[in-house]
């Protein structure tokens, strides 16, 4: 899978500039694989970003500004959905892609399948203890109240 964003490589616009610097240069810290396709120097590119964003996603005027952003064919988002994600540490997610072990985003996604799960004991990541849950909890201080 190739992440793709579509740029514009002469854009006048500083804050699209900088919209585009802050995904690519986040996608390369995160060794993310990705094509820049140039919307400004290629008309195929432009028409094929423009028919594939979304109607709901796409501004007033009709007309997607760059950044955009692609999983081959899927749609993930313009610049503020991306910096939400990256703001929530569900960047993998946002693209479509499996968080690699170790990640913020896995670690997340594993709590988050333990708490769902209701059957493994709750961890916290600040120190090396576990605890029961709730339930365990209180049928242990019932039988001790019985044993008193």
Known sequence: ??????????????AIKKKQQDVVGFLE???IDYAQLDIASNEDNRAWMRENVPGEK?????????PQIFNEEMY???????????????????LGLTPPPGSKEAQQAENSQKLQ???????????????KPA?????????????D
Do not use: W
Request: aromatic share 8%; hydrophobic share 25%; with cysteine.
């Open 117 to 131: 799960n209701g059957s493994v004991t709750e961890e916290h990541p600040d120190d090396d203890t576990t605890r």
């Open 76 to 94: 993930c988002g313009d610049y503020d959905t991306f910096f939400d994600a990256k703001e929530d540490n569900t960047v993998y997610e946002f």
């Open 58 to 66: 796409k501004p007033t005027n009709g007309i997607p500004l760059p």
């Open 29 to 31: 810290a995160l060794k």
């Open 135 to 147: 339930e365990e909890e209180e049928q242990e201080e019932a039988e001790g109240d019985k044993e």
């Open 1 to 14: 899978m190739v992440i793709k964003v579509f740029l514009a490589s002469s854009s006048g616009s500083t």
